[in-house]
């Protein structure tokens, strides 16, 4: 729950930054939270003016700069005061609000201040402390604290003035480090940055501390040890061997299709952007601990799996309801979208055949209308991406992934879970629910790991069509992705000697390739979308308009059932 | 309807259309019985460019299909068009089961005949008015092949077993649909391509102060600006898709201002009229942020209305 209270006010917090910003297409370096952990309205509507006013890129860079100085907290908190006069000043008249959240602001500061344990008060940073005070006093037109002189010509140094461009803010803000702390900023952190290089430095540092001003890193990495997979470079890019194909095995159990069939998918589906990879069908089956060092990764799985079974157990009630409300949301959905079956009436569609009746019989029922029943003539492939990113929700998404299953079930429409990631070369699909199980527990083995080649997985569930449940129906598949795809096996383009790296652009325009094949041959695709509001646009490229944007369980029920309606609408 | 000429000639929309549109209204005479189906609105639609391409739409006699995402004006756009050309109207509101039946007219039983009662869109064609077929792209696209042949140049229906019946020259039909980022559905090509589409643009800054001015004069200007920017914060956030379109209320924000005139806090009329219109808890917590980056809380209606 702790996480969960996290990563919620983590969103919010963010919330009111993009608000303030003016602008959602970018992932605060920043963000603000009371001890309590719930965000500081106030400070984070600053981080967000900041964004709007200055160049927060450069100013990041510029707090990055002495984040191996011993006292680079509390820079970071002498900083934000100055920043805060400055871009408050600059907000004001556009927004008169401001001067009564300042003000609020301040009387929660002196109400924080008197709730703190006299151990918190121990950590805190005494010269931090006073200009706080100074700051806030002067606000609510306190009387100033006791102050030394040079405490006095600090708290006006603080006050940065509202005309500062970035250049002058970043010139103020040195000098006052070399004035009062003697700690000269590189120059670089001054001056202009180079290309992408902020970028890096923020997201290679990520730290986190209980109050106040938070650094993120790349906005994923909210839970500790969070791992980013980073390319190693073009250029190093060695086929799968026998090896590679001996390792997947072993880590994930042998293959459903015979050999015969896994080496034409593979000639056949492993082509283009997907050329020089490999697919590999399982059901888990017969992995092989022995095998060098895949015994670690299969411990790390069955702990997962006790993981997610103990979150699904923890939170059954919640579950059950949410089966509950998917199912009948899904019903509505197939009796408003599938074929009605004609029922006899007497208004409506003239029957002639029945005509007679009316006269012969005085029957009046001689007119058809749409009756209740329903055909439910459709295959469900729910597609989970299984890869590093999705670490952080493992249990989440393997939750989810049930209530949806359960729910499909609960309706006799046929049902297949998947998930696939990609390691060594191979693009492993790994089949966690058949649509013949009854059983859903199978959902609860869904474990994060590897990277994630999207069109290759997309293309591959095209071609698992043999399953008796499909036959005659309309199939239809839902991944749950964060629309991020990417790859360590590059892609090698015909004639050239070059390769490009398997992510961004390139992968999105892959598995938007891949989606439009799967609809060319009638098949509905449709995502439901986890990710950062930074993959939007890569998201609606790859899927149109057929998606739909959960931020949380909870809406996973209205969120499918939108989405289902979205593609039932469209047969 | 003097009205609402005076205040398309105040935003300066193109008097040749607006000539254009007087010629109609005298050439095609409403019977007293339908006079009561001529609305008379209570908002007026901002945006003369919009305004110029549906008037001239229109008076081409083209039928009209205005696309775009929640709270663009559509509704308040076509009821306005159907006062200013002083036609009655016919409202068809469409839902996944609609089908033919319920927009030509169905079969029935009179004792032992069976009779065809008319549906909107017949009556429509019959009386020369406006069809307004709201959230089209709700219906099934089978249901909506029975207007191909009113909407295309034939301009007629034909109702196998009953009569076929041309459509008076002043019939038109405006649709809406609604698209966003939850997107709906798109309709197929033989019925888009029988209609003018005009997609609608997000109200501007400029205009949805003046909306809000025009309907409450005593407002003050400042106050007025801020609602107008929460509006715009409030958009921005549900295109980005961190809420859904649920608070994205352009009437809640008309209602949340009549409530302040009434004497209801700022505060409160704002959470009655914009947060509660979403029933997520997180979402509500994530629309007052925004509400209170703009709106103090305690604003009377003194403050509200400068008085």
Known sequence: MIKKQFTSNARRARNIIWNAAGDYDFE??????????????????????????????????F?????????????????????????????????????????QRAEQFYIEQANMSRQQMEYQSMPVYTQQQARWAAVLGKHLPVMSPREKRMHEALCFAGDLDTDGLLQAMSEFLMTFFKYEVPRGAVSHPKRGGLLKSLRGGHRRKDHFLVRTGTGEGDHPKAVTL??????????PTQEDEDYIRAVFGKSTLPESETEILNIDIC???????RVWVTKGEEPDAAYRDAADIIARRRHQRELNEKFCADNRAAVRSAVKSLSSGMETVFESYLKHLPEPSRAGRLAPEKVYRMPVLNDSKVFTKDGEETEREVFIDILLDASQSRMNSQEVISAEALIAAKSFAALNVPVRVSAFRSLRGH?????????????????????????????????????????????????????MTDANPNDSVPVAE?????????????????????????RSKGIMVGAVFHGNSSHMGDLHQIYGHSCVRIRKPSQLSQGLCDLMLMLMSRR | MEGLFDFLREEGVEPRLLEGVKA???????????????????????????????????????????????????????????ALFGCPTWDVSFHVNADAASLIGTDTYNGNEVVFRPGPVWMCAKVG?????????????????????ALDFRRSIDVPGYDRIELQDGTRFIATMNYGYAGTRELNEALTSRFAVLNMPLIKDEDLVKLIARRYPDIDMKICGQLAKLYKELEKKAESAEISDSALDLRGLLDAIALMDQGILSGAALEMCIVNKTFDDYERKLIRDVIAARIPDDLTRDAVFGK
């Open chain 1, 427 to 479: 693009t492993v699909l790994e089949i966690l629910k058949d649509a013949g199980d009854d059983d859903c527990r199978g959902i609860c083995g869904y474990y994060a790991g590897g990277w994630n080649r999207d069109s290759l997985a997309i293309r591959l569930i095209e071609h698992l069509d043999d399953d008796p449940h499909m036959a005659g129906k309309q199939r239809i598949v839902l991944i």
């Open chain 2, 129 to 149: 008015g406006f069809g307004i077929l709201d959230e089209i792209n709700m219906a099934k696209n089978e249901a909506l092949a029975v207007l191909h042949a």
């Open chain 1, 494 to 518: 015909a004639g050239h000697l070059l390769t490009k790296e398997y992510d961004g652009a390139v992968a999105v325009s892959a598995t938007e390739d891949a989606v439009r094949m799967l």
């Open chain 1, 28 to 61: 605060p370096p920043f963000m603000a939270f009371f001890p309590n952990g719930a965000p500081d309205h106030y400070y984070n509507m600053i981080i967000g003016l900041v964004r709007k006013w200055l160049d927060i890129d450069r100013i990041g860079r």
């Open chain 1, 230 to 239: 980073t390319h190693d470079g073009l250029g190093k890019f060695v086929p």
């Open chain 1, 63 to 103: 707090f990055d700069s002495y984040t191996s100085d011993r006292r680079s907290d509390e820079f970071d908190e002498f900083l934000w005061l100055g920043l805060e006069n400055c871009v408050y000043e600059k907000e004001l008249v556009e927004r008169p609000v401001m001067e009564r959240l300042r003000r």
């Open chain 2, 24 to 82: 109609f209204r005298e050439a095609h005479p409403v019977a007293d019985e339908y006079k009561n189906r001529i609305p008379v609105p209570e908002y007026f639609y901002y945006g003369n460019e919009t305004w110029e391409l549906a008037l001239a739409a229109l008076l081409a006699g083209k039928n009209l299909l205005l696309a775009g995402p929640k709270a663009t004006g559509k509704n308040v756009l076509a009821e306005n068009l159907a």
């Open chain 1, 271 to 277: 082509t283009g952007a997907d050329a020089n990879c």
